[in-house]
């Protein structure tokens, strides 16, 4: 999967049809992989679909919650997010023996 083909995947996922937002999808790709590799040492390849998932989750997450103000508390990732997260790292723990 390229670049291009998880930008539309993401912008599919979130309904976005206009262009306005493009550039702050594409920035909020590369940060949700790197996210990944900071907070559990995971590099994304796109090979798995829990990968896409993971990647599309958070860059929801951030851009659903990307105001400064809110009427609730948004600095954590979703449960669902968290629960994706521990899968690809002990899978990548699994690889790496």
């Known amino acids: ?16 049809d206009f262009k306005e ?3 702050m999808l594409s920035s909020l790709i590369l940060f949700a992989e790197e996210y990944l590799e900071n907070a559990i040492g995971y590099k994304v390849t796109y090979e798995k679909e829990l990968e896409k998932l993971a990647v599309t989750l958070l860059v929801s997450h951030f851009y659903d919650n990307r105001g400064i103000i809110s009427d609730r508390i948004v600095y954590q990732v979703p449960r669902s ?17």
Do not use: H, T
């Not at 999967?1 to 976005?16: A, E, G, P, S, T």
């Open 1 to 16: 999967m390229n670049n291009q083909d998880i930008f539309n995947l993401v912008k599919q996922y979130l309904r976005i």
């Open 21 to 23: 937002d493009d550039l």
């Open 81 to 97: 997010i968290e629960s994706i997260l521990r899968q690809l790292e002990y899978s990548a723990g699994e690889e790496d023996e």
